[in-house]
């Protein structure tokens, strides 16, 4: 697949925005997020980039990682409403993740993410009960963002890492990696 003609969705603050390169930053998932993603008429695959932190209280830190499935605790829907015309009303969400080339762009194996609502704030226990349930990280943008991007039958490279304070430059690196990939690709 070539990513250099994807779009880019940073909800971690890193990248900016720049229409011409396809690239948007925002703080966080919302209607405008849904809109940028359904007016796509052509090149419908996505790379995201979301924070995201750890299930393991015993290894709170987060590497950088790419998405190859995710569980989604939001108890949010973003389809819920009239059913938006480009896509069907329960999408298809299997094989909407491209991780094949996770240890290329990150150096680690493809991670299972947790969806929460926005904001929501949990403990040790309620960390430990989504690593339970098959879950590395917990993260509040790419699950939703997902399930509008298959709604529109797009395929996504979901990348998430740490938060700003605990290594600014992942965000970068594994893009600049990605545009690697996709001029070896052409």
Same mark, same amino acid.
């Given at each position: 697949?070539?990513?250099s003609?994807a779009?880019?969705?940073?909800f @971690?603050?890193?990248?900016?925005?720049?229409?011409?390169?396809?690239i948007?930053? /925002?703080?966080? #998932?919302?209607?405008?997020?849904?809109?940028l993603?359904?007016?796509?008429?052509?090149?419908? #695959?996505?790379?995201? #980039?979301d924070?995201?932190?750890?299930?393991d209280t015993?290894?709170?830190?987060?590497?950088p990682?790419?998405?190859?499935?995710?569980i989604?605790?939001?108890g949010?829907?973003?389809?819920?409403?009239p059913? /938006?015309p480009g896509?069907?009303r329960f999408?298809?969400?299997q094989?909407i993740?491209?991780?094949?080339?996770a240890?290329?762009?990150t150096q680690?194996k493809?991670?299972?993410?947790?969806?929460?609502?926005?904001?929501?704030?949990?403990?040790?226990?309620d960390?430990? /009960?989504?690593?339970?349930l098959?879950?590395e990280?917990y993260c509040?943008?790419?699950?939703? @963002?997902?399930? @509008?991007?298959?709604?529109?039958k797009?395929?996504?490279l979901?990348?998430?890492?740490?938060?700003? @304070?605990?290594d600014?430059?992942?965000?970068?690196?594994?893009?600049?990696?990605?545009?690697?990939?996709a001029?070896?690709?052409?």
């Amino acid at each position: 697949m070539n990513w250099s003609d994807a779009l880019v969705i940073d909800f @971690t603050g890193s990248l900016k925005t720049d229409e011409n390169s396809r690239i948007f930053s /925002f703080e966080r #998932f919302d209607s405008k997020v849904m809109e940028l993603i359904r007016k796509q008429e052509q090149n419908k #695959f996505g790379i995201i #980039f979301d924070t995201a932190f750890s299930c393991d209280t015993h290894s709170p830190n987060v590497v950088p990682s790419l998405t190859k499935d995710h569980i989604n605790l939001s108890g949010e829907n973003p389809l819920i409403g009239p059913n /938006f015309p480009g896509g069907e009303r329960f999408p298809p969400v299997q094989d909407i993740y491209v991780f094949d080339c996770a240890e290329k762009i990150t150096q680690t194996k493809p991670v299972i993410v947790a969806g929460l609502k926005q904001g929501k704030k949990i403990d040790n226990q309620d960390a430990q /009960f989504i690593g339970s349930l098959g879950a590395e990280y917990y993260c509040f943008n790419a699950v939703p @963002t997902m399930i @509008t991007a298959a709604h529109v039958k797009w395929k996504l490279l979901s990348v998430v890492g740490p938060a700003q @304070t605990q290594d600014s430059g992942w965000v970068k690196n594994c893009f600049d990696k990605i545009r690697q990939l996709a001029a070896c690709a052409k």
